[in-house]
């Protein structure tokens, strides 16, 4: 059970405003200013890049879940951040805004599944890192916004992701609305993939952890490695040829020979773990 609530293997002491630890070979990631409901500031922003690529770098690490502790996933921006920004300089204000864009494409891009576990409210920033990660579960309890128009802001840095996700159609109605809605239309909307009862988040997660460790590492990055090549791209004769080579490197590597070779001789490849291996 990885999400139980126990003691884990931490990966390093000394984060201010998150917590990491590890716990059979799943990296667990979680925002810790429950008493702020895990807004974020610049610390948090630079605490969560440097984990995510020590996490992403880990070959030790299979999934990262990214969680919050406390009542909330994420409420987005810290006021008093954003106080301050007030009175940044415009060259400030640019190196803030690339410090949390640099850590949102970490996240999209860490060569590793990951997991977001929502629970309580996701507003705002909160909403982008939920669209980073390859794969959102929410608690039907949750509830969402891209509240940044109520401010008098733009959900700027986050929008690649959440467009991405649920269309630009949609991000019309809720980039400009800012209003809050609930879990089942974050689900209609194609914002989160599963809603599941709260006592029954951290059960649906184990399962879809179950089935990633099941499947090669390797194959797992060069699959998120593919969809950003070819999503939103014509098919075209450029396209074909590239994912003609893809396939090609990736038949020929030592984990694509293993898996073939563990398919046709009925036993599970060499990376998954030793109690979900199939009795031979």
Same mark, same amino acid.
């Given at each position: 059970? !990885?999400?139980?609530?126990?003691?884990?293997?931490?990966?390093?002491?000394?984060?201010?405003?998150?917590?990491?630890?590890?716990?059979?070979?799943?990296?667990? @990631?979680?925002?810790?200013? *429950?008493?702020?409901?895990?807004?974020?500031?610049?610390?948090?922003?630079?605490?969560?890049?440097?984990?995510? $690529?020590?996490?992403? +770098?880990?070959?030790?690490?299979?999934?990262?879940?990214?969680?919050?502790?406390?009542?909330?996933?994420?409420?987005?921006?810290?006021?008093?951040?954003?106080?301050?920004?007030?009175?940044?300089?415009?060259?400030?204000? @640019?190196?803030?805004?690339?410090?949390?864009?640099?850590? $949102?494409?970490?996240?999209?891009?860490?060569?590793?599944?990951?997991?977001?576990?929502?629970?309580?409210?996701?507003?705002?920033?909160? !909403?982008?890192?939920?669209?980073?990660?390859?794969?959102?579960?929410?608690? +039907? %309890?949750?509830?969402?916004?891209?509240?940044?128009?109520?401010?008098?802001?733009?959900?700027?840095?986050?929008?690649?992701?959440?467009?991405?996700?649920?269309? +630009?159609?949609?991000?019309?109605?809720?980039?400009?609305?800012?209003?809050?809605?609930?879990? =089942?239309?974050?689900?209609? @909307?194609?914002? !989160?993939h599963d809603i599941v009862p709260i006592l029954q988040l951290d059960d649906?997660?184990?399962? !879809? @952890?179950?089935?990633?460790l099941l499947a090669g590492p390797n194959a797992q990055r060069e699959c998120?490695?593919?969809?950003?090549?070819?999503?939103?791209? *014509?098919?075209?004769?450029?396209?074909?040829? +590239?994912?003609?080579?893809?396939? =090609?490197?990736?038949?020929?590597?030592?984990?694509?020979? %293993?898996?073939?070779?563990?398919?046709?001789?009925?036993?599970?490849?060499?990376?998954? *773990?030793?109690?979900?291996r199939e009795p031979r």
């Amino acid at each position: 059970m !990885v999400m139980a609530r126990k003691k884990a293997t931490p990966a390093k002491a000394g984060f201010a405003t998150i917590e990491i630890a590890i716990r059979n070979g799943i990296g667990i @990631l979680a925002l810790n200013r *429950p008493e702020l409901h895990n807004a974020f500031n610049e610390a948090m922003i630079a605490e969560l890049t440097e984990a995510l $690529l020590r996490l992403g +770098a880990d070959d030790g690490v299979r999934a990262i879940v990214l969680t919050g502790n406390g009542a909330s996933f994420c409420a987005g921006a810290d006021l008093n951040w954003m106080k301050r920004m007030t009175g940044y300089s415009r060259a400030e204000n @640019l190196a803030d805004a690339r410090a949390l864009a640099r850590m $949102l494409k970490t996240l999209n891009d860490v060569p590793k599944p990951t997991i977001a576990r929502i629970h309580g409210t996701a507003y705002g920033g909160g !909403v982008g890192l939920a669209a980073c990660c390859d794969i959102a579960i929410a608690a +039907a %309890e949750a509830s969402f916004a891209l509240s940044q128009a109520k401010l008098g802001l733009i959900p700027a840095t986050i929008s690649p992701y959440v467009i991405e996700a649920i269309g +630009a159609r949609q991000a019309r109605r809720y980039f400009l609305t800012a209003e809050r809605f609930e879990a =089942a239309e974050a689900y209609r @909307l194609g914002l !989160v993939h599963d809603i599941v009862p709260i006592l029954q988040l951290d059960d649906r997660i184990n399962e !879809v @952890l179950g089935t990633l460790l099941l499947a090669g590492p390797n194959a797992q990055r060069e699959c998120k490695t593919l969809i950003r090549a070819v999503a939103r791209k *014509p098919i075209d004769a450029t396209i074909i040829a +590239a994912t003609v080579r893809h396939i =090609a490197a990736v038949r020929a590597s030592p984990e694509g020979k %293993e898996g073939v070779a563990a398919f046709l001789a009925k036993r599970s490849p060499a990376w998954v *773990p030793a109690d979900l291996r199939e009795p031979r």
